[in-house]
């Protein structure tokens, strides 16, 4: 996919590697040619609350991304957003680049809090599926439905096309398992993870 960044342009990307939202900054970059070093940082160890990672991100959050100019951000969906300015992952059209923006803003406010977390407690807490909080499962299954339902007319989240909408639910929905959810019940999901799997050259 065609971009604005050439492959000699170097950008630091300091994230943690268990991380949909991690990953999903490695995955745009990767899309786009463009050069970057990973900085690993363990949020299991504490990492991003040392005083050196709070003076890029005051919040303690991964991922942070430092441009080559020296300007830190924060923020996964932002950083993507940022990143693919200008290329293919970006829709053309104004209203589809709307629809994909639906779909990150809704990623991150009812679905990233419930189908990640609840991997999260059981991958790397040690919490059993069957000690999750109800709610919260409750919530991912309603998530996972919606992105199934949201698959019911096209074979990406925006028309035919892959987009940054795909990019940002793919991350934890591939591991939605990890979590306890029932990948096999969501036809379309499965589908779809795989298009946009091929898509990214994820393995």
């Known amino acids: 996919m065609g971009g604005k960044f050439q ?3 170097v950008v630091k990307i300091y994230g943690d590697s268990i991380s949909g939202n991690c990953l999903k ?3 745009t970059a990767d899309s786009l040619g463009l050069a970057y070093d990973w900085i690993e940082v363990d949020i299991i160890k504490g990492e991003s609350r040392t005083p050196s990672f709070l003076a890029m991100n005051r919040a303690g959050q991964v991922p942070v991304v430092v441009l080559d100019d020296g300007r830190a951000l924060s923020q996964s969906n932002a950083i993507i957003l940022h990143l693919a300015e200008g290329s293919a992952l970006i829709p053309d059209d104004a209203y589809d680049r709307a629809r994909m923006l639906e779909w990150m803003f809704w990623e991150q406010y009812s679905h990233e809090p419930y189908v990640a977390v609840a991997r999260f407690q059981v991958r790397y807490q040690g919490r059993s599926v069957a000690d999750l909080e109800p709610g919260l499962v409750e919530r991912g299954k309603a998530a996972l439905q919606r992105l199934e339902d949201g698959l019911a007319a096209s074979s990406f ?9 795909d990019v940002a639910l793919v991350a934890y929905t591939r591991m939605a398992g990890e979590g306890g959810f029932e990948l096999a019940e969501y036809p379309r999901v499965i589908a779809w993870i795989a298009k946009v799997e091929q898509g990214l050259n994820i393995t």
Not at 157 to 165: D, F, H, M, N, T
């Open 7 to 9: 492959e000699d342009i």
């Open 25 to 27: 900054v490695a995955w």
């Open 157 to 165: 989240l925006v028309g035919e096309r892959l987009s940054l909408a």
